[in-house]
């Protein structure tokens, strides 16, 4: 808990309040950006996209569901560890984490729709779970696990899904979907 001692005297405690709690903000606003050019762009990538939306929603049920198998407690909870953030309360279990599972799900939602955007994808999604390490509310293997759970499922989704979009494009006559090999 090192760090989170360090973070709070180091004059840092604005910025990781700010990725802390905020940081989500930032990918929602990449993924409706991708959401707008896909849908205007490519169809093809647009419902990638919703297949992708899909395995967010998936993800986040399936860390809501680990969290209260496991009742793992914060790290502020059993500590006398001064936070940058409030603790959450008792019951809002730390491992995985949420913010993480979800950073690191609408990261590789945009990259499965346009690879480039991992460049500013993966960069904030890090931050987010760096941030809450920093902040006090969560242990690294939270956040660790918690980037994994959101990538692997999203990716799953996807790969899952990506047969039937294939065959209801196709039908539909998806000529970019020719064009670009896919059908």
């Known amino acids: 808990m090192r760090a989170v001692r360090w973070a709070n005297g180091s004059g840092l405690e604005g910025s990781i309040d ?3 709690s905020k940081g989500l903000l930032a990918l929602v606003t990449l993924v409706v950006a991708v959401a707008l050019w896909a849908f205007f762009r490519s169809r093809r990538r647009f419902w990638t996209l919703v297949s992708a939306g899909a395995g967010v929603i998936a993800a986040y049920a399936f860390s809501e569901g680990i969290k ?4 793992e407690p914060r790290p502020c909870t059993g500590a006398d560890l001064a936070t940058v953030i409030a603790c959450p309360n008792a019951g809002d279990w730390s491992w995985p ?3 993480a599972v979800l950073a690191a799900a609408f990261a590789t939602a945009c990259i499965s729709v346009f690879r480039r955007t991992g460049w500013v994808a993966v960069p904030i999604a890090v931050g987010i779970a760096v941030s809450r390490v920093l ?3 969560h242990y690294a293997h939270d956040v660790l696990s918690g980037l994994a759970l959101g990538m692997l499922v999203v990716a799953g989704v996807v790969i899952a899904i990506r047969p039937v979009l294939d065959r209801v494009l196709s039908a539909a006559g998806d000529a970019e979907a020719k064009r670009d090999g896919w059908a």
């Open 135 to 137: 902040a006090g509310v």
């Open 18 to 20: 700010l990725v802390a």
């Open 68 to 71: 209260v198998l496991v009742a």
């Open 97 to 99: 984490s949420n913010h």
